[in-house]
């Protein structure tokens, strides 16, 4: 393991993944960093002491614990609850829509043809909300689902 302890700036980074943790105050004062690299390290002081190298992490071990549980505070905070499928839904929708919004335009060199076609395409995508026969939830993570009509070649 591989930590990073920064009292003054409220910060523990183990593995290369920071966290700014809640409090610090139980370490010494005098303490500008650790550092601490699978199994040794050194203790940098502010008032210009010398480092101190060290062997043995566990005195340090309720700051990894800080930064587990500031780690699962950021993922709560984060992440949603229940997560809106529908809305995930529309933004790949609108997304497709919008890559063919040049279909669309006078100047785009289309036959009028094809053109037709990319207009029931994007009709098509339009009405998925009510034409639908897979869930929200499927249509987001199968981007591929029989629902979705096929693109214009």
Same mark, same amino acid.
């Given at each position: 393991?591989?930590?990073?302890?920064?009292?003054?700036?409220?910060?523990?980074?183990?593995?290369?993944?920071?966290?700014?943790?809640?409090?610090?105050?139980? #370490?010494?004062?005098?303490?500008?960093?650790? @550092?601490?690299? *699978?199994? %040794?390290?050194?203790? +940098?002081? !502010?008032?210009?002491?010398?480092?101190?190298?060290?062997?043995?992490?566990?005195?340090?071990?309720?700051?990894?614990?800080?930064?587990?549980?500031?780690?699962?505070?950021?993922?709560?905070?984060?992440?949603?609850?229940?997560?809106?499928?529908?809305?995930?839904?529309?933004?790949?929708?609108?997304? #497709?829509?919008?890559?063919?919004?040049?279909? @669309?335009?006078? *100047?785009? %060199?289309?036959?009028? +043809?094809? !053109?037709?076609?990319?207009?029931?395409?994007?009709?098509?995508?339009?009405?998925?909300?009510?034409?639908?026969?897979?869930?929200?939830?499927?249509?987001?993570?199968?981007?591929?689902?029989?629902?979705?009509?096929?693109?214009?070649?």
């Amino acid at each position: 393991m591989k930590l990073t302890i920064i009292p003054s700036d409220l910060l523990v980074v183990k593995d290369n993944e920071p966290q700014n943790v809640a409090d610090l105050s139980y #370490l010494d004062s005098n303490i500008h960093a650790i @550092q601490w690299d *699978d199994d %040794k390290g050194e203790i +940098e002081y !502010k008032d210009g002491t010398l480092n101190k190298a060290i062997t043995d992490i566990s005195p340090y071990n309720q700051c990894v614990t800080d930064w587990e549980t500031a780690k699962d505070e950021h993922i709560k905070a984060t992440t949603p609850a229940t997560p809106d499928w529908e809305l995930a839904f529309k933004r790949y929708r609108n997304s #497709l829509l919008k890559e063919s919004d040049w279909t @669309q335009v006078a *100047d785009n %060199k289309l036959t009028d +043809e094809k !053109k037709a076609e990319w207009v029931v395409y994007r009709q098509a995508l339009r009405d998925m909300p009510t034409t639908k026969t897979g869930t929200y939830e499927q249509l987001v993570k199968d981007t591929s689902h029989s629902d979705y009509p096929n693109t214009p070649s």
